[in-house]
């Protein structure tokens, strides 16, 4: 203890002490106490300091735990002051005397013993006080409410005339109003408008007061947890002063939001965020949080996103126009203008960047110089395009090794290409970029996954058609020069913009790696380009080729990727032998293509060969001899009534043991008109081929009749193979046509749009169903049953065998009377149907009967109705309420139809909540839709009615109908309905 050392000294004195004290007079025997007690003052000072230690502990764990309405008292704060102060002068007095034996050695200085002694009562006195204060004291008092702190304006451009960036502002609101939705992500691109809007955004959040605090923090420089936390303190002034523990700030903030309106906006969120970490918790029952990302991977835990597009041509225009005036309109500038704009691509930030350092610039040769350098690839990004520059390659940097090249591909293709995944991921294992997979299926699986994480990075968009994608021009443009920097010891042969007509000359083809002159109108090519590096020749769409030079592929050994789609080619030249290590090859749609030359022989690494709606009558005996070949496309559609004779003897369509021979065929299709007679007369032989393929995983083929369908099925080597892989049965794919009939295409089918596609359409009339066919039903993700006229419903199917069906079509079926009756079927019926089209069907009378179970069809988003004359009531109560996901409603041509939904006690008025279109076409006896007026309509968005010459009446209000926004209709039909309704809708959005 810190007066061990002054007991000590006391004993070695007390004796010379006690022989003076009796010389000295009475007065002095008080301060001779303060010696004589020394050892027990020491220990009254120690126990008194340590129950003072123990009540300052007790105060503060009592202030950490306080509930935040309540605060510390000033009287407080100074008693803990005093306290520390008190700590501070003991330590100095343990500091003064800590060699106080040293001190005591020789004659006695007793009068430093009376001062010590005299101190260490002092000091236990003032901490007995200081103690008994405590008592005395107000700890805590409640707090003074807090006015809410003001939303900080941002100054950011307004957008209420930009409706490409302000419909998202507005759509954000009305998703905040929803207490359910805690988390929401708004991603995009770098430099398409995320910060605009979410500035916008909290502006307007100021205006409706919909909060009480919103917080505005942007991570763009390396953001985390503490920087969101001090922003938090900050605008809500909680004190922190000496609280370093994260984890009991994030406690103390979530005490003070747990019941407040809040809104915290995260900008450029490069990193996922721990809000519990933060202090923000899903229990906040009125806080929420919008994120700003660039990858749409981020938004896979939130309750809604929505992706910040590119402006519309409108809008970039008057962005642009806005900035750099009318000038745009005058006929010096305005093509040059609109070209700028393209090169632009609807991104805010490059068209604001572009049109200020155009401001004031009334020299068109400046312009057409800044253009120039923007389509230029060779050259260093514009200085006004840098920033943007370094934020994709950012992204770039970012990829694996593995999936930059596969990025960098894109950039072949013309701006605004939409190139189909299956045929670029074929490219990219010809070019090697995917490897160590041995499957076709395989590579497609990693290519899919390759494309799906552009597409979440935002460096790919969907085209206008199924499984099509296109790279943003300006992203092209990036990936351009990245190309050019990165392999500057590559040559590429691109021709971008303009179309060329004249010749290119043979230096211009001399040592290029790759060359891209697609949609150009070539007439001729280099009679031999020296061009032994060349990796991949894409020539598709050049209507005006006709002739490709005898020599010309002479020295292009090394040529793995030959693309001549829909040329006007009559022949291939001899040279093509030189294509040793081709390994993919598109003649489809070369209709003047009559034949292939001997020569394809020497094809040995060709992997996919695509011979679709060429000119092609009969496939070559040399195909056999591509025992590499792993899938094969081709398709007897044109020209199969015309003649194709040898010697006078017909020649076949597909000769024998060519199928059978291509021993590492994985994918084959073979598409063939229902009326080829030619077919009918050899399908039994090539099936018979096809099932002894022992690597075949996908199949495209019409058996035209059933017995050929069954015997195929009992003796494919590769399905009864597959029946015994991780896949479960069957083949990965397949568009299996059984039957004849005059239908010729399938709703929506693209058979190598998706991998795991499969497809079975059966016609076979008036035969019974096979057990075979049940076998295939059994994998079906889609179904079409056409002409046939015995089944009543699909339970004579065997329900179990539709289970994994997610689109199914019933087409001029005489007999059906349902689609499931569930007085035969039990369980779960339809559980992930998701596209149901139902059309002439005479006998139908509803679409099932009897009891069903709760969880089928509850996956249903689109519901098609035609012709179907019998049918009265379209939805009755104990359908409708299992419909929890319909999102399209179609009815045409159901011409005893009175109602579509059938009016009781059971339907519940939630029953039809993601309903966003109605159709409603030629229905005469149609007189409501539902007579319910509280039935709601929470996500109806458009509803079209034409020919429903009986219908009066539409249950739909600003009320029960909130999204509605267009109601379709002729001017007659409108002008009929009664007053009452047409005074409801007349606030609804445009009549048309």
Not at 489 to 494: A, G, M, Q
Not at 639 to 649: A, E, L, S, T
Request: aromatic share 8%; proline share 4%; hydrophobic share 40%.
């Amino acid at each position: 203890m810190w007066g061990a050392a002054a007991t000590q000294a006391l004993g070695n004195i007390v004796t010379p002490a006690v022989q003076v004290g009796n010389g000295i007079v009475g007065c002095l025997r008080s301060k001779y106490d303060y010696v004589r007690n020394l050892s027990e003052n020491i220990a009254k000072l120690e126990r008194e300091e340590r129950y003072l230690s123990s009540k300052e502990a007790d105060i503060i764990t009592m202030l950490n735990r306080k509930d935040q309405v309540m605060e510390r008292t000033r009287e407080c704060t100074t008693w803990l002051d005093e306290v520390q102060e008190m700590k501070d002068k003991l330590q100095q007095l343990r500091n003064r005397y800590q060699n106080i034996s040293r001190c005591f050695c020789g004659i006695c200085p007793i009068h430093n013993l009376l001062k010590l002694g005299k101190t260490i009562v002092k000091k236990t006195q003032e901490i007995i006080a200081l103690k008994s204060r405590a008592d005395q004291i107000n700890i805590m008092i409640e707090r003074e409410p807090t006015p809410p702190v003001p939303i900080i304006r941002k100054h950011t451009e307004k957008i209420d005339n930009v409706p490409s960036l302000n419909e998202h502002v507005e759509r954000l609101l009305k998703l905040l109003k929803d207490d359910n939705l805690k988390r929401v992500g708004v991603w995009g691109l770098p430099g398409v408008g995320k910060t605009t809007v979410m500035e916008n955004l909290n502006n307007k959040v100021r205006d409706t007061q919909l909060f009480d605090n919103v917080f505005w923090v942007t991570l763009s420089k390396g953001g985390s947890v503490r920087k969101i936390q001090l922003i938090i303190l900050e605008q809500l002034k909680l004190e922190v002063k000496g609280i370093h523990d994260s984890n009991r700030i994030a406690d103390m903030i979530s005490e003070v939001l747990v019941n407040k309106r809040y809104l915290l906006l995260l900008d450029e969120v490069f990193v996922e965020i721990n809000l519990k970490e933060v202090g923000i918790h899903d229990d906040h029952e009125h806080g929420a949080v919008v994120f700003a990302y660039r990858d749409r991977d981020f938004c896979r835990l939130m309750d809604d996103h929505i992706k910040i597009e590119r402006l519309s041509n409108d809008d970039a225009k008057n962005l642009f126009q806005k900035i750099v005036g009318d000038i745009i309109d005058r006929p010096s500038y305005k093509k040059i203008a609109d070209r700028l704009l393209k090169e632009c691509g609807g991104m805010p930030q490059v068209i604001k960047l572009i049109a200020d350092s155009l401001r004031n610039e009334d020299d068109p040769a400046v312009w057409r110089h800044l253009l120039s350098d923007m389509q230029s690839p060779g050259t260093e990004p514009v200085q006004e395009m840098q920033e943007l520059y370094k934020a994709f390659k950012l992204i770039y940097d970012k990829l694996p090794v593995d999936k930059k090249p596969c990025l960098l591909y894109w950039a072949l293709f013309p701006p605004e290409y939409e190139v189909y995944q299956e045929y670029l991921i074929e490219c990219w294992k010809a070019e090697q970029f995917i490897v160590e997979v041995r499957k076709l299926g395989d590579a497609r699986d990693k290519g899919h996954a390759i494309i799906r994480d552009f597409e979440k990075k935002s460096l790919l968009e969907r085209g206008s058609k199924a499984g099509h994608f296109k790279m943003p021009l300006f992203l092209r443009r990036m990936a351009l020069k990245i190309t050019y920097q990165e392999e500057k010891d590559s040559k590429f042969l691109l021709i971008d913009g303009e179309e060329i007509e004249e010749q290119l000359s043979e230096e211009e083809w001399e040592d290029v790696q790759r060359v891209s002159l697609i949609g150009q109108k070539l007439c001729n090519l280099p009679n031999r380009p020296t061009c032994s590096k060349i990796s991949t020749l894409l020539l598709q769409k050049n209507p005006s080729l006709t002739k490709i030079p005898e020599s010309f592929f002479e020295s292009m050994c090394g040529l793995k990727v030959l693309d001549l789609y829909d040329t006007r080619i009559i022949s291939l030249p001899s040279s093509i032998s030189n294509l040793i290590n081709l390994r993919v090859m598109y003649l489809n749609n070369c209709g003047e293509l009559a034949e292939l030359p001997p020569q394809v022989e020497e094809l040995k690494s060709l992997e996919i060969l695509d011979l679709r709606s060429t000119g092609i009558l009969t496939l070559p005996e040399e195909l056999a001899q591509l025992t590499g070949l792993k899938c094969l496309r081709v398709s007897f559609k044109q020209n199969f009534g015309c003649p194709n004779h040898i010697n006078g003897q017909p020649k076949e369509l597909i000769p024998s043991n060519v199928i059978a021979s291509l021993s590492s065929l994985q994918e084959l299709s073979i598409d063939v008109d229902f009326k080829n007679q030619s077919w009918n007369q050899i399908v039994d032989r090539v099936a018979e081929e096809v099932a002894s393929l022992k690597a075949l995983t996908s199949l495209c083929f019409y058996f035209p009749r059933l017995s050929c369908f069954e015997t195929f099925i009992e003796n494919c080597i590769s399905w009864k193979r597959n029946s015994m892989g991780w896949e479960g049965n069957g083949f990965r794919s397949f568009r299996i046509l059984v039957g004849n009939h005059k239908a010729d295409t399938f709703l929506g089918f693209d058979f190598f749009g998706y991998t795991a596609e499969r497809h079975l359409r059966f016609s076979a009339g008036e035969e019974d169903i096979p057990f075979a066919l049940s076998k295939i039903l059994n994998k079906a993700l889609s179904f079409e049953l056409i002409g046939h006229h015995r089944a009543k419903n699909l339970s004579v199917f065997g329900t179990e065998y539709l289970k994994e069906v997610e689109a199914c079509t019933i087409e001029e079926c005489n007999e059906i009377e349902s689609i499931i009756d569930g007085t035969i079927a039990t369980g779960v019926l339809f559980e992930f149907l998701q596209k149901l089209h139902l059309i002439n069907l005479p006998k139908l009378v509803s679409i099932f009967r009897g009891s069903i179970d709760s969880m089928s069809l509850t996956k249903l988003t689109t519901l098609t109705l035609k012709k179907c004359p019998k049918l009265k009531c379209l939805l009755p109560g104990d359908m409708i309420q299992l419909l929890c996901h319909l999102q399209d409603l179609q009815v045409e041509e159901c011409f005893e139809i009175n109602k579509i939904i059938e009016d009781g006690g059971i339907v519940q008025s939630e029953s039809l909540p993601r309903l966003k279109n109605m159709e409603l076409y030629n229905l005469p006896k149609l007189l409501s839709v539902c007579e319910d007026n509280s039935f709601e309509w929470p996500s109806l968005e458009i509803v079209k009615i034409k020919t429903c010459s009986e219908l009066k009446d539409l249950p739909f209000s600003v009320e029960n109908a909130p999204r509605l926004r267009v109601i379709e209709c002729t001017t007659n039909w409108w002008n009929k309905l009664n007053d009452s309704t047409k005074d409801r809708l007349k606030d609804l959005h445009s009549i048309t």
